[in-house]
């Protein structure tokens, strides 16, 4: 199978718009919360004012917000984040994500038309949005990277931006979010998409991550951007 983005399909979702107002509206009160009541300080900014899309954008999951913390120093782009379908239950919360750009997964099954939307995002030049572990309530940082990510990120073959969220986002608590550089990947895409790439591609999330918390312990990590 072809590592580049497919040509287009009739079986893609229709295009969003780039911007919706419930998503600026959003951005903006989250990047209100997190000067104030909800300190959030963002490190390696530069890289995302720095790459063009289409690109992926992925990250550790530890709490509700996270997304929006990934959207406020993503001030280029509204990014299109992968969700759980439990949150579509009812008219006004799908309403809602629709609006905020969310691309609904079935998290137990291989959900073939999120894939293929997935890979729509990219191919209209987006930024795509993944948390790899899959969940938000894991004990251990990358204690399982879902497949599905390497599998979208080895077909499309765009770059990969890590970002580290150290630790959980809360009221009256300093939280840290940190954007490496993109990931290097081009070894693998050139042996083609098969079980063992998405498995190497996998654990070289996993290590990233562990280098990157482990770099943002010992404090070598560059000083504060935003």
């Keep these: ?11 893609t ?29 963002f490190y390696g900014t530069e890289v995302l004012e720095r790459i063009n899309a289409p690109y992926i954008l992925i990250s550790n ?10 959207a406020v120093p993503t001030k280029r782009y509204e ?15 799908e309403w809602a994500v629709k609006q905020l750009h969310m691309i609904p997964v079935s998290r137990h099954a291989t959900d073939m038309g999120a894939m293929r939307a997935c890979m729509q995002v990219l191919r ?11 969940t938000r309530h894991l004990p251990e940082l990358m204690q399982t990277v879902e497949s599905g990510a390497a599998m979208i990120a080895l077909r499309a073959g765009v770059p990969i931006i890590p970002a580290y969220i150290d630790g959980r986002i809360a009221p009256f608590r300093k939280t840290r979010v940190y954007f490496g550089q993109p990931m290097e990947i081009a070894d693998l895409k050139a042996q083609g998409m098969s079980s063992d790439t998405i498995h190497l ?14 770099a943002a312990n010992q404090g070598k990590i560059a000083k504060k951007q935003r």
């Design 1 to 11: 199978m072809s590592d580049q983005l497919p040509e287009k399909r009739k079986e």
């Design 13 to 41: 979702l229709p295009a969003r718009a780039e911007h919706t107002p419930l998503y600026t509206l959003c951005r903006g009160l989250f990047g209100l919360l997190f000067h104030t009541i909800t300190p959030v300080r």
């Design 61 to 70: 999951h530890k709490s509700a917000v996270d997304p929006f913390a990934l």
């Design 79 to 93: 990014i299109r984040f992968i969700g759980k379908r439990e949150l579509t239950g009812n008219k006004l919360v």
């Design 124 to 134: 209209e030049g987006q930024v795509l949005g993944i948390f790899p572990e899959g």
């Design 201 to 214: 591609l996998c654990d070289r999330i996993r290590d990233t991550f562990y280098a990157m918390r482990d």
